[in-house]
């Protein structure tokens, strides 16, 4: 049987509303006894006395046994998990950016107090792809996961794409039906999925990776030049994090645009939709489809959460706690389109095996080969609203890589 959840929720926000609206619609043994929020002041549909501005009020309350974190602010979220976790509350979160910083401590924390923390909502709104991780690929040989992690930043480019819209027009689309915040940067900049993608690589691989050492750039700098050039070529605009296995004992990470052909499952996942791609060694290649923005579909994946709590659900971390020995590398080369203003650019980065260039006063561009090693190093220069960078499909290897990847372990796919 399923035992009793006693709710403390932390923000009433557009998710917060949407859990309570799917809660509300169905008979479940779980009640919200108290929810707290920032402004008093603000006209809310329930009734008065289930709100508190008082963090204490909820943590401290031996009736609640489960808290739901739902705010925006990490550090808030952290300090808040953190006392939970330790006082004997199981938690649900979906702030990924907390979740992505402080995931070690917070494994522990669980190990140590005998609790649970979850998070589905965190990283592809509707689609459960964490749990699908935990549990159907726990013991598979993952090659890559790949996809549209944020729904924002793809509604912008549906737009775009589909209906010919400006990208300021598409954003501020975007920004009033709620998708993308007031200051997109986090969405369009690449961050959002950059913290998704390390919770992902957590349950994928077994690595905590700190996140500053993932690179992340976005769709900001997107001009009209890059949308005709990808038009011509009969190819979408997407922003892609991709995990990926290069050899037995390393794994590269990056979040990047990406032209896509029409044969990629991520051609046609639109607007606030998003679409992960799992490369598995036994099971072949599998594709996740869900809305990844919106109240009610992260609402969803909150509740299914919540539910599995009710039936001490844990995750196990099985692919960390094995110590495969996997590493983090820059040992990679990526095959990209380059538009800038300056030869120094192009210089600078180190671009190889050129294989198309194009010149004129008002629009320059390159397609070659450059290290990962070099954009990381190199991200100032990549987010100057004159530098447009997107990978171009294809992952390759120098002599130089493959002799260093040799060294820690044997090539996959090579």
């Keep these: 049987m399923s035992k009793k959840l006693k709710i403390g929720l932390f923000g009433f926000g557009v ?48 009736e609640i046994n489960t808290i739901v974190e739902l705010i925006d602010d990490a550090d808030a979220a952290y300090n808040i998990t953190k006392r939970a976790l330790s006082s004997g509350k199981n938690v649900v979160s ?30 592809c709104g509707s689609i459960p792809i964490i749990r699908n991780l935990e549990e159907y690929y726990d013991n598979e040989l993952l090659h890559g996961i790949s996809g549209i992690f944020n729904g924002s930043s793809n509604y912008i480019l549906s737009k775009i794409f589909n209906e010919g819209a400006s990208y300021d027009a598409a954003l501020k689309e975007a920004q009033d039906l709620g998708f993308a915040e007031t200051n997109p940067i986090l969405d369009v900049g690449g961050y959002d999925p950059k913290f998704k993608l390390t919770i992902a690589t957590a349950h ?22 890059d949308i005709q050039y990808a038009k011509e070529k009969n190819y979408k605009i997407k922003l892609v ?22 044969d990629d499952f991520l051609y046609n996942v639109e607007n606030e939709y998003n679409g992960v791609t799992v490369q598995a060694a036994f099971a072949d290649k599998q594709f996740f489809f ?11 994946a909150v509740l299914s959460d919540i539910a599995a709590l009710r039936y001490d659900y844990r995750y196990e971390y099985k692919k960390y706690k094995q110590q495969n020995g996997l590493i983090h ?6 095959e990209v389109y380059l538009r800038y203003q300056h030869e120094y650019t192009v210089e600078k980065l180190q671009i190889e095996n050129i294989s198309e260039r194009f010149s004129r ?46 060294e820690e372990g044997i090539l996959v796919n090579g």
Excluded at 104 to 120: F, I, K, M, N
Excluded at 213 to 220: A, D, E, R, W, Y
Aim: charged fraction near 25%; aromatic fraction near 6%.
């Design 15 to 62: 998710v917060g509303q949407g859990l309570h609206d799917i809660i509300k619609a169905q008979n479940l043994n779980l009640e919200i006894v108290k929810i707290a929020i920032k402004n008093p002041e603000k006209k809310r549909t329930l009734d008065a006395h289930l709100f508190t501005t008082s963090h204490d009020e909820i943590l401290d309350n031996p």
């Design 94 to 123: 979906a702030n990924k950016k907390m979740i992505a910083t402080h995931l070690a401590e917070l494994v522990q924390l669980q190990e140590d107090y005998g609790t649970s923390l979850l998070y589905e909502g965190a990283v």
């Design 204 to 225: 994928a691989y077994g690595l905590f990776l700190n996140p500053d050492k993932i690179l992340n750039i976005g769709i900001q700098n997107l001009s009209d030049a």
């Design 290 to 300: 869900g809305k990844g923005a919106g109240g009610h579909p992260t609402g969803a």
């Design 241 to 262: 994090p991709t995990t990926r296995k290069i050899s037995t004992k390393q794994v590269i990470t990056f979040v990047l645009p990406k032209f896509v052909k029409s």
């Design 361 to 406: 006063n008002d629009y320059k561009y390159v397609i070659g080969s450059v290290s990962l090693k070099s954009l990381l190093e190199n991200k100032d220069i990549l987010v100057n609203k004159d530098v447009f960078i997107a990978q171009t499909g294809k992952i390759s290897y120098s002599e130089q890589d493959i002799k260093a990847i040799a």
């Design 329 to 334: 590398t820059d040992k990679v080369s990526l």
